[in-house]
């Protein structure tokens, strides 16, 4: 069984930070690009972050990029996301996501196969 689990969800005041972390099981971790997703409400999901396998490269989107920190940890299976000075337009589903054998580039295209349930970004201004 495929599982990908995120926590660390919640509500948060614009200027604050939030840490989201995932947990995913049941498949070769390593052998994927991993990062995380997000569905603001009324717009498209997309990719705004994409780790290698190694976590030798990390891609963000122009909108997360220089807020946002994220890793991975291949002897545990967790994926992570610290995101600070939250903004409105933060607030969002965030899924944790893989992506098997391919590049990144095609991750923050939309190419990944597995997926968690999202949890709830708010941000209160």
């Known amino acids: 069984q495929v599982q990908v689990v995120e926590s660390g969800g919640g509500l948060v005041q614009a200027g604050g930070s939030l840490t989201l972390s995932c947990m995913v099981s049941?498949?070769?971790?390593?052998?994927?690009?991993v990062g995380w997703l997000r569905q603001p409400p009324g717009k498209e999901r997309e990719a705004i972050i994409c780790?290698?396998?190694?976590?030798?490269?990390?891609y963000y989107v122009d909108s997360v990029k220089g807020r946002s920190v994220a890793s991975r940890n291949n002897a545990e299976n967790t994926v992570t996301l610290r995101l600070n000075n939250l903004k409105p337009e933060d607030m969002a589903i965030y899924y944790c996501?893989?992506?098997?054998?391919?590049?990144?580039?095609?991750?923050?295209?939309?190419?990944?196969?597995?997926w968690g349930q999202g949890i709830q970004v708010g941000v209160t201004s």
């Open positions: 996501a893989g992506g098997r054998e391919r590049w990144c580039d095609d991750f923050m295209r939309g190419s990944y196969e597995v």
């Open positions: 049941g498949l070769k971790f390593d052998d994927y690009v």
């Open positions: 780790i290698s396998e190694y976590g030798s490269a990390t």
